[in-house]
């Protein structure tokens, strides 16, 4: 090895041995760089990635400027292009960034959303430009085409490219999140018996009459109440709801799951009871049953 390269380390000092090692520069920068990528959080080495709804076949809302957001390395200039328009970002220390982009007027035929950051790069595919609503609620909304045999001649049919959906799981979660599973699919005799039936027929109504793509994220769950899809923040800032936000709060801190577990048995027992002395009963009988 060249002794410019070199560099000398001695260990044990005052010993009548001294071990020496060379290492080339090269080879000390190349660990110096490992170690360092080694030793930096996870979120300090985030590629550039976007929550799952902003995928493939997605639409955006005609004639604004859509918001765009995601994760990349802290402080990364981020940029957006999108039919010939331009936007950009700069990711904060946590490395989330937020951006615009104008959409333009609705348009069926698919486009490129390109975003960069540094030598990443995604691309999504056959984006369209059109109506987007929010399709949420509890089980009439979550009612999906196939539970209804009537509906089966025209899910045989239903064939339109530029109507879509994005069906979010049904998931629950203690903190907020900032992207969920799922993916948008063209409305098709494949995919269209998993759509909710008042979305799909809310959104085949816009399709048809005004001509233009329609989109719908639905977000629903039988049986939830409105508070749960919305931030707690949100919920903060009204009295009534801000009640609720401490209620739960206060059950949560005291939460104890043997005392819920003997409860809830207790309350079954109490049911099957109750159901069985309903058997054979009229209407009238059964309405002066204990009902807990």
Known sequence: MRREFATIFAIGRGFHNVLTRLITMKSLSRLFVVALCLGLPASLQAELSMPHFFSDHMLLQQERAAAIWGKANPKAEVKIEFKGKTSAATADDKGQWHATIE?????????????????????????????????????????????????????????????????????????????????????????????????FFFALKLHQELGIPVGVLKTCWG??????????????????????????????????????????????????????????????????????
């Open 103 to 199: 959409t333009g007027k609705a348009d069926a035929k698919g486009a490129a959303l390109t975003v960069k950051a540094g030598a990443d790069s995604v691309t999504i595919s056959d984006v369209l430009v059109g109506e987007v609503w929010l399709a949420s609620g509890q089980s009439n909304m979550f009612y999906t085409m196939n539970r209804t045999l009537a509906y089966a001649e025209l899910i045989s049919k239903a064939d339109h490219p530029g109507l879509r959906m994005f069906n979010a799981p049904l998931v629950t979660a203690a903190e907020p999140q900032d992207d969920i599973e799922g993916a948008w699919t063209l409305c098709s005799p494949e995919t269209v018996p998993g759509y909710s039936a008042v979305a």
């Open 223 to 292: 049986g939830k109440p409105v508070e749960t899809f919305t931030s707690r923040e949100a919920l903060n800032t009204l009295p009534g709801t801000k009640a609720l936000v401490d209620k739960v709060m206060a059950e949560a801190a005291t939460y104890d799951p043997t005392k819920a577990k003997a409860a809830y048995e207790t309350s079954l027992e109490k049911w099957k009871t109750t159901m069985a002395a309903a058997k054979g009963k009229s209407a009238a009988e059964r309405k002066r049953l204990p009902k807990k």
